[in-house]
């Protein structure tokens, strides 16, 4: 589907770059809900939430550790979703003077409705659905505010409007948005498991020279609780390395068991400090649920 950016519009088309669900390893349940949730009410499944007379909107918020593919997820749903995918970007709302971003809010909002059925994506929400304190601005409260009034629909009917968020740190949300029609599921995004952290490593080695001895098995093995994002820097250490080893184009030293093993001492987890963090709110404030599956993935694993 090709749209038409307007460089005046706050409303910028999100670029799949052809980006797949099947270019992202695991995750299947994620697949799965988000699916349910954006794919079908604006696809084959258009004519049966019509039949069944079930609106299409209300919101899912994907929370989880940095690196861990959200943006990616999004991106995908751009490629596959058949509707308008958009971006809402802070930056574009917030830097501007107080009163103007209520009003880009606002437009934000007519355009979708004008453009239905469409997906509205908040990536790293936090910066626009931060809780109101008393510390933060008055600015940010209005723009808060609006956003809440906006996603509400209750002057104007969001039906066929979906709100994508995604944050890894959810707790910074105000809880105003999680109440129905806003971001009223949330989708806990996990680190890779073995099976996943294989597959993006395979993908990542994919055309380069690599030795035929290289134990991916032990890679994989000694990278539990890397991020994709740490895997990729991990991969791009041991190839620095392999590039210094190299004489030249035809005498290369292709990626080996030696370059990982030094890799590994540099490229360390990510998710380990994020987890530890989170721990604490699916223990001491999930009284409404929205912690659930990060508390299902915590109990899996070791306390
Ligand atoms: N499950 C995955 N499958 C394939 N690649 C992945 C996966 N997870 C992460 N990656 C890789 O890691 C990169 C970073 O992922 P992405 O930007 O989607 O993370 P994120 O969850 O949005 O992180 P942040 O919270 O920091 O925004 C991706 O561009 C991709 O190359
Ligand atoms: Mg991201």
């Known amino acids: 589907m090709i749209q038409m950016q307007n460089p005046d519009s706050p409303l910028r088309v999100v670029e799949g770059s052809g980006v797949t669900f099947d270019d992202i390893g695991g995750l299947e349940d994620v697949k799965k809900q988000v699916r349910r949730r954006i794919i079908n009410p604006f696809t084959g499944k258009r ?155 395979k993908r990542l080695l994919q055309d380069r020279p690599v030795a035929s001895d290289l134990e991916t098995s032990q890679i994989i093995d000694k990278t539990s609780g890397f991020s994709g994002a740490d895997l990729s820097a991990l991969v791009d250490t041991a190839i620095d390395i392999a590039i210094e080893e190299s004489v030249s184009e035809t005498d290369l030293e292709p990626l080996n068991n030696t370059h990982f093993k030094e890799a590994l001492r540099e490229v360390k987890s990510s998710v380990g400090e994020w987890l530890g963090q989170a721990r604490g709110f699916a223990d001491y404030a999930n009284a409404d649920g929205m912690y659930d599956d990060l508390a299902a993935f915590l109990k899996k694993y070791a306390r």
């Open 47 to 201: 004519e049966l939430f019509r039949k069944f007379k079930r609106k299409a909107g209300g919101g899912v918020l994907m929370y989880g550790p940095p690196g861990c593919g959200k943006t990616m997820l999004a991106k995908a749903l751009a490629t596959e979703c058949n509707a308008g995918f958009y971006n809402v970007r802070a930056a574009d709302v917030l830097d501007k003077y107080v009163g103007v971003a209520e009003k880009t809010i606002r437009e934000i909002f007519a355009t979708a409705r004008a453009r239905r059925p469409v997906v509205l994506f908040f990536d790293e929400v936090e910066a626009l659905a931060q809780r109101r304190q008393m510390e933060t601005t008055a600015k940010i409260n209005t723009t808060v505010s609006a956003l809440l009034t906006e996603m509400d629909g209750f002057s104007e009917d969001n039906d066929g409007i979906l709100f994508l968020g995604a944050t890894n740190v959810p707790w910074s949300l105000d809880s105003a948005f999680r109440r129905p029609g806003r971001f009223d599921r949330s989708i806990f995004v996990p680190p890779p498991d073995k099976v996943a952290r294989g597959f993006i490593l």
